[in-house]
């Protein structure tokens, strides 16, 4: 079945622990996005990736690190997340750019108290 | 920069009712238009996109058509049902390659 995958699911963490939300596709696609979904501001973007090797800076990429070492993997690393990155995150995935559909994964609630 | 205004939610309706969900954009040039869709506890989905002026796009009785002179993109469907209750977020082709959504507008669908 083709999908994105997303772990943890849930996630409650302390201030300061740094965490990793993996991603993972198998549908080949080149292009991979991470957005936040707060309430009243939708969707924004914090990174994307076009290419293996390839990462970019979307909206909101401010105490975020991402790597994309493979095509089908794209995590993202909060190295010392804060009360402010408390949020529902999505990865998301499409053939080779974001104009492309996004193939989106069901989300990661994250509370960092 | 470029940007997605839509109508502010919640909106509430009646099985079968009429739906229409605002949407207009600022961008340069003639960017792709969208419509996600997000069901309760899921992720977006693709519901249609328009990629040039006076296209149309239609899916599940849903359709938008892309307004140059208005810079619009207006979601229609002629007759809602609960299954259709969920957050619809209107979106376009930023110049980077990325996707910039508006807010979402909440719907909900009364037996």
């Known amino acids: 079945e083709a999908q994105v995958t997303q772990n943890p699911r849930y996630l409650i963490t302390v201030t300061g622990k740094k965490l990793t939300v993996t991603c993972s596709q198998n549908m080949n696609h080149e292009y991979m996005s991470w957005y936040r979904q707060d309430p009243g501001l939708g969707l924004r973007q914090i990174y994307y990736s076009m290419n293996v090797e390839v990462t970019d800076k979307g909206d909101v990429p401010e105490g975020y690190k991402v790597s994309r070492k493979e095509k089908r993997n794209f995590p993202l690393i909060l190295e010392s997340p804060s009360p402010n990155q408390t949020s529902l995150y999505f990865c998301a995935s499409s053939l080779s750019s974001g104009f492309d559909e996004q193939f989106f994964g069901p989300g990661t609630r994250l509370t960092v108290l | 920069g470029d940007s997605v205004t839509q109508m502010e939610g919640p909106v509430t309706l009646s099985e079968e009712a009429f739906l229409t969900i605002n949407c207009t954009y600022t961008?340069?040039?003639?960017?792709?238009l969208f419509w996600y869709v997000q069901y309760p506890g899921e992720g977006l989905q693709l519901l249609l996109k328009?990629?040039?002026?006076?296209d149309k796009g239609s899916n599940k009785g849903f359709e938008a058509t892309y307004r140059k002179e208005t810079t619009s993109f207006h979601l229609e469907k002629g007759s809602v049902q609960v299954s259709d209750s969920a957050v619809y977020f209107c979106?376009?082709?930023?110049?980077?390659?990325?996707?910039?959504f508006g807010k979402g507008t909440k719907l909900s669908v009364k037996p």
């Open positions: 961008a340069t040039g003639y960017p792709s």
């Open positions: 328009a990629t040039k002026a006076d």
């Open positions: 979106a376009l082709g930023g110049s980077q390659g990325n996707l910039i």
